[in-house]
């Protein structure tokens, strides 16, 4: 069934753009008709490469506004599929999306043990093949920084490294050029022991060696939101990157995420990091029901980041991670409400209809810049993301936003 949605009441969340979509409480896989396009993978050589994973991350079209869809959930797990010994993959797709768009273009990651994975738009009509290159992979290992004992167990970097019995951790694939990394203990779900941020620069190399880097407790952080917002708080959260203090470029390239994590806020508006890195720059981005995080000034940005060109909504509020830390106190201000209007191709009401709306926010990078995400997405949470890795050609399901907000349409089509 198609749907128009109308928005009777939209005012900026506060929490940055908004992305939303409208389905109806039902098995819609019968109601898609299907196609396919063959992908080519390439190696560094321009030879077919066999065993790489390509996967569907987004469906695009160039009306409205190149405009991007996930997919459908109505259509089980999203497509993951393994090159044959021609370096081709047949991946599937809905002809139309949603209010009868068609889809242009294919948004796809493509992974290989070898060589440097990477993402990619690929046209349906005329895709031109997609080649990978040459990479090189990092060694590591591990002290304790405080007993120097050496550490041979639950010692983690990133989600595809491995970790050999003699305490060596061997890498994935990475681009030659400056790469940062931070080795980490996860026990019993938990972060427990960092290492101070690598910047590794393999130069011409193919492996780098790291030896016996040390790594220390991590630093609790407590906070409260302001007094003023009225108790008990609901469905609060908190989300919290770790940042460089400093940026060079010349000397580190580009280092974007250092670590990421989210906990509740309790209903007297407290909150706790049991365990986050040492040093750096703390951003802080809370939300709770029907209030969101308050926006700085460009002054108070470029306290921590100086090369920041602008401020606005949706944006953490920053502090300096030293080593002892006094509660930190968050700002708020009031959220607002979206009424919206769901109708069929004939403008009548639809009802029992799910709106999804997905706030974004934005991120401060070490240079300034801003990235933008959805609330609460897979990176959200660096242990579970270092956790839960994807088996080579394993399928992923779709599971949707996790921080959706969800609406039901009444009899007259409102959800709010």
Excluded at 237 to 258: H, M, N, P, Q, T
Excluded at 325 to 337: D, G, K, N, R, Y
Excluded at 392 to 402: F, K
Aim: charged share 25%.
């Amino acid at each position: 069934m198609v749907f128009r949605i109308a928005i009777l009441i939209w005012m900026y969340m506060h929490v940055g753009a908004l992305s939303f979509a409208v389905e109806q409480e039902q098995d819609k896989a019968n109601e898609y008709e299907m196609l396919s396009t063959t992908i080519q993978i390439e190696d560094p050589d321009g030879h077919p490469l066999e065993g790489a994973v390509v996967e569907l991350m987004w469906m695009s079209s160039k009306k409205p506004s190149n405009a991007s869809f996930p997919w459908p959930t109505g259509l089980g797990e999203v497509p993951r599929r393994v090159t044959n010994d021609e370096g081709q993959v047949e991946l599937p797709f809905p002809k139309i999306i949603v209010e009868k768009i068609a889809i242009d273009r294919l948004y796809v990651k493509v992974s290989h043990p070898d060589y440097v994975g990477r993402n990619e738009y690929i046209w349906i009509e005329n895709g031109n093949p997609i080649r990978l290159e040459h990479g090189f992979r990092i060694a590591a290992t591990a002290i304790h920084g405080v007993t120097g004992d050496r550490i041979f167990t639950n010692l983690h970097i990133g989600r595809a490294w491995k970790l050999a019995e003699n305490g060596t951790l061997v890498s994935e694939v990475f681009p030659r050029q400056p790469t940062g990394v931070r080795l980490v203990t996860i026990e019993a779900g938990e972060a427990r022991l960092f290492s101070d941020l690598i910047i590794v620069k393999p130069g011409d190399r193919s492996r780098v060696l790291l030896k016996d880097v040390k790594l220390f407790p991590g630093v609790t952080v407590n906070g409260i939101l302001n007094e003023s917002i009225p108790r008990p708080i609901k469905n609060g959260i908190v989300e919290a990157r770790l940042s460089l203090e400093v940026f060079d470029s010349d000397k580190f390239g580009r280092v974007d995420s250092i670590w990421m994590a989210h906990t509740k806020i309790q209903e007297d508006g407290r909150f706790t990091f049991k365990s986050l890195p040492r040093g750096g720059i703390v951003q802080l981005l809370p939300i709770c029901e029907h209030w969101s995080s308050k926006q700085l000034s460009i002054d108070e940005v470029k306290q921590f980041f100086p090369e920041a060109a602008n401020s606005g909504h949706g944006l953490p509020q920053l502090f300096r991670m030293d080593t002892e830390i006094p509660t930190l106190v968050l700002q708020m201000e009031p959220s607002v409400i979206m009424k919206a209007r769901v109708v069929d191709k004939n403008s009548l009401p639809v009802s029992n209809a799910k709106v999804v709306v997905s706030p974004n926010k934005s991120w401060f990078e070490s240079d300034g810049e801003r990235q933008g995400g959805g609330l609460l997405n897979e990176f959200s949470n660096s242990v579970e993301f270092i956790l839960n890795p994807l088996e080579l050609g394993s399928p992923r399901a779709n599971t949707g936003a996790v921080s959706s907000y969800t609406a039901k349409t009444d009899h007259d089509g409102i959800a709010v």
